[in-house]
């Protein structure tokens, strides 16, 4: 029988990112780390990692990474240094070096604003006024389809997503019973934000 490979984590994705960008803040290899897990869920259909985002006032945020680093504005060159070497598949280095390459030299907060105009984040947030706290958990198949339509500009997919928020909405009316009345002409207009 043969041995079970073992699946990388995010503290390998971020050991990974620190090695190749050495002056990094935390909130930059936060996000860094949610656009490796999204666009590698874009492009592969599977996630790079299973930890979760969270939907934090100032961008998604991985609370396991993040109770690595708490305290710290700069990553150290050595942080998660017991990380270092995984083997990484070579699609996964592929992706995680255009992720490098296309954010890199992005400013933490442009990367913090790039996120909140993305509907992934602002789906878990829903509901949530800007900078009060949220952990609500960024769903790693609305990643996958909205980033997916990101680069496809496929329509159908743009659809699917939103008959799922159509669905998820019912669901809540029926489930909490607001009484609230909303046409779908109203829901559409919210949903194409």
């Not at 990643?143 to 500009?153: D, G, P, R, S, V």
Request: some cysteine; charged content about 25%; overall charge negative.
């Amino acid at each position: 029988m043969e041995a079970k490979a073992e699946k990388a984590t995010i503290f390998h994705i971020a050991r990974y990112l620190v090695e190749h960008l050495p002056e990094m803040t935390a909130m930059k290899l936060q996000k860094l780390c949610f656009y490796c897990q999204a666009w590698n869920l874009a492009w592969e259909e599977l996630p790079l990692f299973e930890e979760n985002f969270e939907a934090w006032a100032n961008g998604p945020i991985s609370p396991k990474l993040f109770n690595m680093h708490k305290g710290l504005y700069s990553i150290p060159s050595n942080f998660l240094e017991a990380f270092a070497g995984f083997p990484l598949k070579e699609y996964e280095k592929e992706n995680i070096d255009i992720i490098i390459r296309e954010y890199g030299n992005c400013d933490p907060r442009y990367l913090s604003e790039l996120t909140h105009s993305e509907i992934p984040w602002q789906k878990a947030r829903a509901g949530i006024p800007n900078g009060v706290p949220c952990s609500n958990v960024i769903e790693k198949e609305d990643m996958l389809i909205y980033y997916q339509a990101m680069i496809t500009n496929n329509e159908e997919l743009e659809e699917e997503f939103a008959k799922k928020q159509w669905e998820e909405h019912q669901a809540f009316i029926s489930k909490h019973g607001q009484g609230v009345s909303v046409s779908a002409q109203d829901l559409w207009e919210e949903l194409n934000l």
